[in-house]
């Protein structure tokens, strides 16, 4: 009852409201003017650089030259020849014999080599040697008979031919020399082994084996 008989009642006051705001305004205000000023973009520190001299390099040390080798002179050589004093030779020899008996003549001396023994006879020379020769009963049997298939291409032909010859006329062995084909050279060797007949070689007419070289012609018109 007498709190309520001496409060007042309360009322809304403008002009306070005005002035705190007023205060207010003015301390931001107050702040903002006294921050610091910032730049707007602070200026490129620029690095500047600048040579530094350097010591000069010692001078280098001399490098001992080699000392020069003393040339000698070139003295020619001397060469002294003393000639040589002619010896006299008297033109006849004197000897002086002595009183004293010759010595006798040595007796044969045993154990010593007689000299070389006498040369034997040399061997008498070998009788000349006499070829083999074709026999004349069977000459006619020495042309081969004519390759057929040489027939045929009309061609012309040579065989050179070299055959051992034994002691009894007939051919034991039998080489190629040279020959225009192959045909040419089997139709050669079948009639050599078969058919050619020699007189043997001699030596001293004594029947020896030998070596005889023959060349045999193919030709069309022979064979027409």
């Known amino acids: 009852m007498y709190a309520d008989r001496y409060a007042q009642p309360t009322r809304f006051n403008p002009g306070g409201l005005t002035a705190a705001i007023a205060i207010n305004a003015a301390l931001v205000a107050a702040l903002m003017f006294a921050g610091p000023k910032i730049l707007p973009g602070a200026p490129e520190h620029v690095l500047e650089t600048r040579n530094i001299p350097l010591d000069p390099p010692p001078p280098e040390r001399p490098v001992p030259q080699p000392r020069p080798q003393e040339?000698?002179?070139?003295?020619?050589?001397?060469?002294?020849?003393?000639?040589?004093?002619?010896?006299?030779?008297?033109?006849?020899?004197?000897?002086?014999?002595?009183?004293?008996?010759?010595?006798?003549?040595?007796?044969?001396?045993?154990?010593?080599?007689?000299?070389?023994?006498?040369?034997?006879?040399?061997?008498?020379?070998?009788?000349?040697?006499?070829?083999?020769?074709?026999?004349?009963?069977?000459?006619?049997?020495?042309?081969?008979?004519?390759?057929?298939?040489?027939?045929?291409?009309?061609?012309?032909?040579?065989?050179?031919?070299?055959?051992?010859?034994?002691?009894?006329?007939?051919?034991?062995?039998?080489?190629?020399?040279?020959?225009?084909?192959?045909?040419?050279?089997?139709?050669?060797?079948e009639r050599a082994t078969r058919a050619w007949r020699f007189k043997p070689a001699t030596r001293g007419s004594v029947p020896v084996e030998a070596w005889r070289t023959m060349t045999l012609t193919f030709r069309m018109e022979d064979a027409d």
Request: hydrophobic share 35%; aromatic share 6%; charged share 20%.
């Open 71 to 189: 040339r000698v002179a070139n003295h020619p050589t001397e060469q002294i020849i003393a000639p040589i004093p002619p010896i006299a030779i008297p033109s006849t020899s004197d000897f002086t014999t002595s009183a004293v008996d010759p010595t006798p003549p040595a007796g044969p001396t045993i154990g010593t080599d007689p000299g070389p023994a006498a040369a034997e006879p040399a061997a008498p020379p070998l009788p000349p040697l006499v070829g083999p020769q074709i026999d004349p009963r069977y000459a006619d049997a020495f042309q081969p008979v004519y390759p057929a298939v040489e027939r045929r291409a009309n061609r012309d032909g040579r065989v050179t031919v070299r055959v051992l010859i034994g002691t009894d006329g007939r051919v034991k062995q039998i080489e190629r020399l040279s020959a225009t084909s192959d045909a040419f050279w089997q139709a050669t060797m």
